[in-house]
């Protein structure tokens, strides 16, 4: 049993026992308070009920490892959450995850948002995902740029250097014992590759005070002690005490305090990147399985990995000048987790050690590894505040703040605990605030205590939003306040932390309505010449100021401009549609073909002049040109491209839905385009694709963009289509043209290898392996030392009319305003003969 039972406690105990027996004498009382007490935590009748448990032994669990495991990746869902979990869970490691990109350059299988707007979204998927792993998410920021096929390509976009630097500044921050990856450095993804090759780097130069000096002003060097890659498909072990030594986790074992294994926990987490889904819904019947590491490096003084090793720190040992300070508190020998129960018994152990100077020293011993007394520390601290049930909270009715503006918070204390404790001290960081924060002396249990401040944000306090424009510059989260707490009971203190992120935006929030960029064709001049924009006000009371849209640039097709005096409500959101800012362009400047322009919006405030907020409207005019007349339907995926890119064109176009294919009347349409990956994002298309080929051989005409192997059947096409995993992700590799006097090619529009330069990522993905002869293939291509792709583009007829494959990525071209995209878009939709029959009106 543990002695120092605190004195707040038996006076609490006191007034709950006490009955109208008053002969009870004192001593008597005494015994009945603490015995009281006892039955309570064995009964799980006191706060047991009120502390989540999992928290509660992870906060315990966390006291008994101080050692960190990092697990390098090149894009979110690329780390391992299996391991991680199991580490944090199981172990009570200190879990952190490093990403190379925020991946941006990915797909996106739930929303219209690409590249930085991709970014912004996956990187809150990963603080998600890494929530429910238990570990800490933490970038490099290089830039995604879609996918890769070789180490070398990466390096070029990346910089090696730079990247490794980047890394190297990482690890000696974050300071791990052992690093995990599942990348190995010569195959699959060139982002991969090059991960994989920069930790091999990096465990190395992280310790070597040459590499990166600039770095060790601010931190110190760190030898990580060994370096793993799962599979075993790493590089080979640079010593013999590395050869064929691994370690095999099982993530099928039941989390004894969550009840379900650390693989469902870890799909649980992997769920969270839905952007990148869909993911399965459950783990497989037999389970999953094992996860195995290979050590592939390991710094001599470190002690050998055990032949039977559960996870990458069996075996490991603190050097022996800290060890015994790390030391974690138990009962009667046993683990604080064994008595979850018995939170009172716990709280004493808890208190015990902070009176012990557990996980502290002086400044010598500190010194050795400052970090992680202080990791450690912080964990206890943690521990106390869960078993005495103290947090502490900010919050505020502002979702962000304006620079030079005042923001209201309120901040509380509260005791969901037993016993009563005393408030010692806050202190605000982040935000100056309008006053010094109380203090209590006397917090009692079940009770708390808020109090109001006012904030004030620099005037100097850095736009984050729109936060796709800040995802490289380390604003992404905006402005922390922060508020930290000591609290005392009986004695010892300890710390508690309350954060807000906020978000920083302009006075005047200016957002465009309309594509970026605007594009406009010979059918739609002009169309860019105007914007759409809403005026946000975050501001508290009443702006004045004048908007100002200027075309640039100089000479451009637009020159004119526009202003207008702008008055907005506090809070007030209002719509603003300009004027046309210019006359029809004459001939000559439209012969000057593919010429860029934009719009510069500018609002300044009525009193002072200046400048609010600003925002550039980029356009471009496209000599692209469809066949006059024709009616297209679409049915998008997740996002507006085809919408905005057929109306610049200026066709006629209707969206339609998976229940128009199957019921609605489709003979007015000449052409019907299946968004990409459509098949997989409308499920009910399947059932209605016979709809489709009929309407196909009555005369229409039917454009199919790209689908994954696994999405797509090859009886979904009127001849079979056998689609791979192949891609040419060179967006510069060279295009041939297979047929060039191929009606498609040619009209409306004359395609030459001209429309194929300036194009975005890449050329095309999943390009189809096989396909039935009656298909024509119209385009070769091929990445650099790799055979030529054919399938890009297949055109068959179908009865009367026309069926279109195409794994060519037309919707990032489209989205990017590339002229040869939209003048070759304007063709496949213009191909065909006419309308079909109406033998297509009903189902």
């Known amino acids: 049993m543990n002695d120092g039972v605190p004195r707040v406690l038996i006076r609490k105990y006191m007034r709950l026992r006490i009955t109208k027996t008053l002969a009870l004498s004192l001593a008597l009382l005494l015994v009945a308070t603490f015995t009281g007490r006892q039955q309570k935590a064995q009964t ?50 200190h879990t952190v995850s490093l990403f190379s990109t925020f991946g941006e350059g990915g797909q996106n299988a739930v929303g219209p948002e690409l590249y930085e707007e991709l970014g912004v979204i996956r990187a809150r998927e990963t603080i998600a995902a890494s929530e429910v792993q238990g570990s800490e998410p933490h970038f490099l920021g290089m830039r995604d740029f879609g996918f890769s096929k070789s180490a070398e390509e990466t390096f070029r976009a990346w910089g090696e250097k730079e990247t490794l630097r980047r890394m190297v500044l990482q690890i000696r921050q974050l300071r791990p014992d052992v690093i995990i990856t599942n990348h190995n450095t010569t ?19 992280a310790a070597d005070p040459t590499q990166f000096p600039e770095q060790l002003k601010v931190v110190s060097v ?56 869909p993911w399965p819904k459950t783990v497989p019947p037999n389970g999953a399985r094992p996860i195995r590491y290979s050590l592939v490096r390991q710094i001599q003084t470190a002690a050998p990995l055990p032949n039977d090793a559960k996870s990458p720190l069996d075996g490991l040992r603190l050097p022996e000048a800290i060890s015994a300070r790390f030391t974690p508190p138990t009962i009667d020998n046993k683990p604080l987790t064994e008595f979850l129960d018995k939170r009172g018994e716990v709280l004493v152990s808890l208190i015990n050690a ?29 521990a106390l505040a869960t078993a005495t049930g ?51 002396e006397k917090l009692l249990p079940g009770t708390d205590t808020s109090q109001s401040v006012v904030a004030l944000a620099p005037k100097t306090a850095r736009i984050n939003v729109p936060h796709a424009q800040h995802l490289y510059d380390g604003l992404l989260l905006g402005e922390s306040f922060t508020v930290e707490g000591d609290v005392e009971i009986n004695g010892p203190r300890f710390s508690v932390v309350g954060k807000k992120q906020m978000d920083v935006a302009p006075a005047v929030e200016i957002v465009n309505n309309n594509a970026s960029p605007c594009v406009e064709t010979p059918a739609t001049l002009l169309r860019c010449t105007s914007a759409s924009l809403t005026l946000i006000s975050h501001l508290k009371t009443p702006f004045n100021g004048f908007i100002t849209l200027t075309s640039l640039p100089s000479g451009a097709i637009h020159t004119e401009s526009l202003t207008k005096e702008i008055k907005l409500g506090a809070k007030e959101n209002q719509e603003f549609v300009s004027g046309y800012i210019s006359a029809i362009p004459s001939r000559e400047q439209l012969q000057d073909a593919e010429k860029s322009h934009s719009i510069k919006v500018e609002l300044l405030a009525a009193d002072s002049k200046k400048r609010v907020s600003e925002k550039t409207l980029p356009g471009v005019f496209i000599p692209a040109v469809a066949k006059a007349g024709i009616q297209v339907a679409y049915v998008p995926s997740t996002d507006s491209t085809l919408k905005n890119a057929l109306a610049a064109l200026g066709v006629n176009a209707k969206e339609l839905t998976p229940e128009d294919v199957a019921k609605a009347d489709l003979s007015s349409f000449n052409t019907i385009i299946i968004d990409n990956r459509g098949y997989e994002i409308h499920k009910e298309l399947i ?41 040419v992700t060179e967006e510069d590799a060279a295009i041939g043209i297979l047929q060039p006097r191929h009606p498609l090619l040619n009209s409306p529009n004359r395609i030459t290898q001209a429309d194929f330069a300036g194009w975005v990522q890449e050329r095309g993905l999943y390009y189809p392996s096989q396909w039935d002869q009656q ?24 009865g009367k009319g026309n069926y279109i494959y195409t794994s060519v990525v037309w919707y990032r071209q489209l989205r990017e305003g590339v002229p040869g995209g939209y003048r070759f878009f304007a063709n496949l939709i213009s191909y065909g003969k006419g309308k079909p029959e109406s033998s297509v009106a009903t189902p």
């Open 44 to 93: 799980g009748e006191s706060t047991t009920d009120k502390v989540d448990r999992a928290q509660l032994h992870q906060s315990l669990l966390d006291l008994t490892n101080p050692f960190t495991v990092l697990c390098v990746a090149a894009h979110p869902d690329d780390e391992d959450g299996s391991t991680l979990t199991v580490m944090r869970r199981k172990y009570g490691a």
């Open 187 to 205: 195959s699959g993804h060139g982002h991969h590759q090059a991960t994989g090759q920069l930790i091999l780097q990096a465990f190395d130069a």
């Open 222 to 277: 760190w030898q990580t002690q060994r370096l793993f890659v799962r599979g075993g498909r790493g590089p080979e072990p640079t010593t013999q005490a590395a050869a064929l030594q691994a370690f095999t986790i099982d993530p099928n074992e039941v989390d004894p305090i969550r009840g379900v294994t650390y693989a469902q926990q870890a799909l649980s987490g992997l769920q969270k990147h839905a952007t990148q889904g």
């Open 354 to 382: 902070r009176k012990r100077a557990a996980f502290s020293g002086n400044k010598d011993i500190v010194d050795v590894d400052p970090q992680r007394f202080k990791l450690m520390s912080s964990r206890l601290d943690q």
């Open 390 to 440: 103290v947090s502490l909270t900010i919050k505020s009715p502002e979702k962000l703040i304006v620079p030079g503006e005042k923001a209201p918070f309120e901040i509380t204390v509260a005791n969901s605990g037993d016993d009563e404790i005393a408030i010692k001290r806050l202190v605000s960081s982040g935000l100056s605030i309008d006053k010094k924060l109380d203090t209590a």
């Open 687 to 727: 059932a209605a694709n016979d709809r489709l080929l009929k309407y196909v051989e009555a005369g229409g005409t039917m454009l199919v963009f790209y689908h994954k192997t696994n999405e797509w059947k090859p009886q979904f096409a009127p001849y079979p289509i056998t689609v791979s995993n192949d891609r």
């Open 775 to 798: 298909y024509t293939a119209l385009l070769t291509s091929h990445d650099k030392g790799e055979s030529p792709l054919n399938g890009g583009l297949l055109v068959a007829q179908y």
